[in-house]
Each structure stands twice: as structure tokens, then as C-alpha cells.
């Protein structure tokens, strides 16, 4: 799970520091740790974001759109997929406003460049865009486009992670002086 500093404040002050919240990169070994929780939660980005997209592509086949409107409506409903797929958990720990806010920081760049990735590739493709579910093409594209998504969405999620595990150490700090 990915938290900011504000959300590990939160949880601390609601007395949930037994759940060890936000002390798991120092857990095994500093970084190996982050990539693990980033690799966690890029996973659940790809997951969240391609069941949106994959939703809104067939709407717009479904109502006979241009492709134009067909993948402004999947990609739309990719980051918002996506972005529930975050938040959802986040209530658990934290109020909407806060978990909208966590989400947003933590999720954007990531859905962004998968979006960027998975799009790219589907147009150099030939015939991509017009394979059946049924097509080897489709299942062949796919099997390019998730694992080039996941690895664009890996970096800019580490970043991201690595960004709000900085403002935490350095709060800590701040508050132990």
C-alpha cells in the first residue's frame, strides 16, 4: 500500500501504528522494500486502468463510436478505474478528501504514462485496433502492450513513492527536533 506522510499521520493518530503504517520501507532493507510496495501497487494501477480501458473500448464499439471517441472514453475511464482501485483501500485509513488527495498525487503520473505506452503501441500495431477478441492478433497485442504499460507505470510510480518517502523522513525529522 502506498502512503503519504499525511496518511501515516492520520493512521498514527488514530492509534493503528501496530499495523507497523508507513515503517514498511525500513522493513527489509530500505529500497528493496519500496520497490517491492511499488511493484504491489503498479500491478493494481495496470489491473485497475486496463479493466477501464477494456470497459470503455467496448462501450464505444458496442454504440458504433470513431475511434477517436472510443479511446477518449477508455482512457477516461481508465484513471478513474484506476484511481478507485487506489482510493477504495485508502478509506479504510483516511476521509475521502484525504484519500482523493493521496490518490490523485500518487496515481497521475503513473496512469499517465501506461496510458501514453499502451496507446502508443496499439497504433504501431498493424490491424490491432480492429481484432476480435477472438483474433490471435488481440491476444498477441495484448501479451506486448500490459508488460510495456507495467513497465512504464513502474518507474513513474517509484518516483512518486520515492518523492513521499522523502516529505515523511523529513517530517519525521522535523518533529524529532
Keep these: 500500500?502506498?502512503?503519504?506522510?499525511?496518511?501515516?499521520?492520520?493512521c498514527k493518530m488514530l492509534g493503528d501504528e501496530h499495523n507497523n503504517i508507513g515503517h514498511e520501507h525500513h522493513s527489509s532493507g530500505g529500497s528493496s522494500s519500496?520497490?517491492?510496495?511499488?511493484?504491489?501497487?503498479a500491478l493494481r494501477c495496470l489491473i485497475g486502468c486496463n479493466i477501464g480501458e477494456g470497459i470503455g473500448a467496448a462501450?464505444?464499439?458496442?454504440?458504433?463510436?470513431?475511434m477517436i471517441s472510443t479511446l477518449v472514453l477508455a482512457v477516461g475511464?481508465?484513471?478513474?478505474?484506476?484511481?478507485?482501485?487506489?482510493?477504495?483501500?485508502?478509506?479504510?485509513?483516511?476521509?475521502?478528501?484525504?484519500?482523493?488527495?493521496?490518490?490523485?498525487?500518487?496515481?497521475?503520473?503513473?496512469?499517465?504514462?501506461?496510458?501514453i505506452a499502451e496507446n502508443s503501441i496499439v497504433f504501431v500495431i498493424p490491424s490491432f485496433m480492429y481484432a476480435a477478441i477472438t483474433d490471435a492478433l488481440f491476444w498477441l497485442g495484448l501479451g506486448i502492450i500490459l508488460p510495456a504499460g507495467y513497465a512504464t507505470a513502474y518507474p513513474a510510480m517509484y518516483w512518486a513513492m520515492k518523492r513521499e518517502q522523502k516529505?515523511?523522513?523529513?517530517?519525521?525529522?522535523?518533529?524529532?527536533h
Excluded at 519500496?34 to 501497487?41: E, G, N, S, Y
Aim: aromatic fraction near 12%.
Design 59 to 66: 462501450i464505444g464499439f458496442m454504440l458504433g463510436w470513431d
Design 77 to 115: 475511464l481508465a484513471f478513474a478505474v484506476g484511481y478507485a482501485f487506489t482510493i477504495i483501500p485508502m478509506l479504510k485509513m483516511m476521509p475521502v478528501r484525504q484519500a482523493a488527495r493521496v490518490t490523485v498525487v500518487g496515481d497521475t503520473a503513473s496512469i499517465a504514462a501506461m496510458e
Design 1 to 10: 500500500m502506498f502512503y503519504t506522510p499525511q496518511s501515516i499521520l492520520y
Design 34 to 41: 519500496l520497490r517491492w510496495q511499488t511493484a504491489k501497487h
Design 167 to 176: 516529505k515523511e523522513e523529513g517530517m519525521q525529522a522535523h518533529h524529532s
